[in-house]
């Protein structure tokens, strides 16, 4: 069966609002799995920056990190741990976005309630 455009659109903005309902949860806060190496062992892994929502993957000596490829002269001071993949990085990147929207909402909410 053929739909018109009027129910196309219809159907585009419901699937629209059920999948934007289902992205409105909670989910589990996510530690690095990947800890800071013992010295002289050289870990990698993932890791993300919440300011411009990107991951990025790192190398990681026990007392300093950089960004990959590996090139230990250009580095910060510091291991890091990290994510041992990319889509563990991107869940807690989301999750400390909920956490952080949550509580501008919450903000947003009071002074609605206090206007």
């Not at 690095?32 to 993300?48: C, F, N, R």
């Not at 990290?82 to 976005?97: F, W």
């Amino acid at each position: 069966m053929v739909m018109s455009k009027k129910e196309q659109e219809m159907l585009d903005n419901a699937i629209l609002l059920a999948e934007t309902t289902m992205a409105l949860r909670w989910t589990p806060v996510i530690k690095p799995d990947v800890p800071i190496p013992s010295q002289d062992e050289v870990a990698t892994g993932w890791l993300y920056t919440i300011s411009n929502r990107k991951i990025y993957e790192i190398w990681s000596h026990s007392t300093i990190h950089g960004d990959m490829p590996y090139m230990p002269k250009f580095y910060r001071s510091g291991g890091k741990a990290s994510y041992s993949t990319k889509a563990l990085a991107y869940a807690a990147m989301r999750n400390e976005l909920e956490r952080k929207f949550a509580i501008e909402l919450l903000e947003i909410d009071k002074f609605i309630a206090n206007y």
